[in-house]
């Protein structure tokens, strides 16, 4: 089930952006063009977003104004990106970030 | 208990600190009770009063006054209320019932003539109650203002209704 | 990497900057205003309850309302919003490197050269540590509300607050208007750190408040996030009393235990600091013009201590009055008029049993700054 919001009593919560299709590890969700990359996943229900370096201990939305760097993935094939704070661009490659984000994660 | 220890107010804390419309104005038609009781900066109330029934004056901290001789019972001070602390309430609607007016900001708003599950200001089930009047206007800036009609003896109790 | 001039360069668009950058482009000034995030407002945006204060603040209106027109009047004033923005340097000379972030995705260096700074950069969640405490679902207060209220999206389905101050309060509340449940409020204190009113919209809601309790773990659950938040009744040093613990079914732990002033770039600047624990951590040492010990240097909002939006908006002006006589643009004399008004309206903030200590401890500050700044204030 999807955790959007479609009735508000205060807010309007019609989505602003287009609606498009990113791969999120192989997998492809519905976004909104625009929105922080983070609140797509939520919405489909992925809540980690990348595993440590030492303890490979999974991380996700902490702070989500882009400070904390725990939901951090790779994106387009550049590792560490703040999804946050980063918009949706359709048709977008997300992989869960592995430790500091070597690039194995594209292979595997 | 104090309101800073668990969050709300009996009925008799509340008239310590306020000014309680009297037994006798609560006879005489609907009456807003204000349940705002520590000093914070907040004056908004005053100026939504078109009959000019609630004063706080200055510093802006001190707690509201509701003078119940001047007020109407309208609601408007209801929904401009940021600390949603004022209600409306009408122990005359007949002669067993009273209705209290509350401010509503939860989806799904309830709908005029819906039965509903009455609750205090501990949230805890008081009796069943008929929603009867759902007042949403623009000028109320979101925050509906939902009217149901209880048994008389709860109209000090009740102040929302069960969520969902 | 290009290099450009301005008169007044305020880092930072939440309420305080803004209004810094609103008052000094009304007088006259070349104003640009950088933000790191995608939208400016700050922290405004997600505030969608209506606010206290008084007429003069907007009372009444609801933040992400007051946001709206902030924008508005800092456009209408020929404000330059750069957002996507993030100062990485302040050199001597009032150097400011900023790394901005063009549509395309591509970044650009550029080095801004303004007459006057000022620094709002607002404040960040502290964090309370408990076994599995990382675990995803565990976040700040602020980070659900930023996900329910800007991004229309929940967080999860059942959340469980820890924190009573109105941070705390707020956000369970706007969690159920966003339609989750929120299992319990738990607060460490004996009593809710908020205010009254908050408490009550709450405990209407049917929430539970448990004082006297903490979060002592989140339960990880088989999909490696938070299952559950175990509770425990705390002694009068706050340690967890064995015995005494429960588990609460949750997918959501939200941590609302205060805000610290963002000091990075107040501190890269050369400002001198203080710390004070009334306002939440180390703040810079200003005058009443909010100036700091960097002439030419001003600071406003939560960044010089954790107050709330409406003394943001007020001491933002201030810095933007401030930053405009710097500038010339304005009579020291016309400047005090407006400055003393703004200053009156602050001290009827800082009323009431909620306001009083900041009001004493802002007082406290400003004089420890003649004190130990005022004739030796440095030059960036």
Known sequence: ?108 | MSIAECGYLTYDELKECQTLPSDERFERGPVAVIECVQQIPCNPCEAACHFGAIKIGEPITTLPALDAEKCVGCGVCVSRCPGLAIFVVNKTYTKDTATVSFPYEYEPVPKEGEEKTAVNRMGEAVCSGKIVKVADPVSFDHTPVVTIEIPREYADEVRSIERG | MSIRKADVLVIGAGPAGLSASIEAARLGADVIIVDLNMKPGGQLFKQIHKFFGSSAHHSGSRGIDIGRMLLDEAKDAGVTIWLKSTVIGIFPGKKVSIEREMDDGTSELVTLLPEEIVIATGASENVIRFKNWTTPGVMGAGAAQTMINVNHVRPGKRVVMLGSGNVGLIVSYQLMQAGCDVAALVEAAPKVGGYAVHAAKIRRAGVPILLRHTITEAVIGEDGTVSGAVIAEVDEHFKPIPGTEETIDCDVITLAAGLKPTMDLIKLAGCELTFDGVFGGYIPLHDENMETSVRGVFVAGDSTGVEEANTALDEGRIAGISAAVSLGLISGSDADERRDAIWERLDSLRMGPFGERRKKEKDHLIGLFHEEVKDQRAFA
Not at chain 1, 55 to 68: K, V
């Open chain 1, 1 to 108: 089930m999807s955790e959007r919001i479609c009735e508000h009593v205060v807010l309007d919560v019609e989505p602003a952006g287009k609606k498009v299709s990113i791969s999120v590890d192989g997998k492809e969700i519905e976004a909104y063009e625009g929105e922080p990359i983070l609140s797509a996943l939520l919405a489909a229900g992925i809540r980690i977003n990348r595993y440590t370096v030492k303890r490979r201990e999974p991380r996700g939305l902490f702070c989500g104004i882009g400070q904390c760097s725990d939901c951090s993935m790779i994106v387009d094939g550049k590792a560490n990106v703040r999804t946050c704070i980063t918009p949706v661009r359709d048709g977008m490659v997300i992989l869960t970030q592995d430790g500091l984000g070597s690039g194995k994660e594209a292979a595997s």
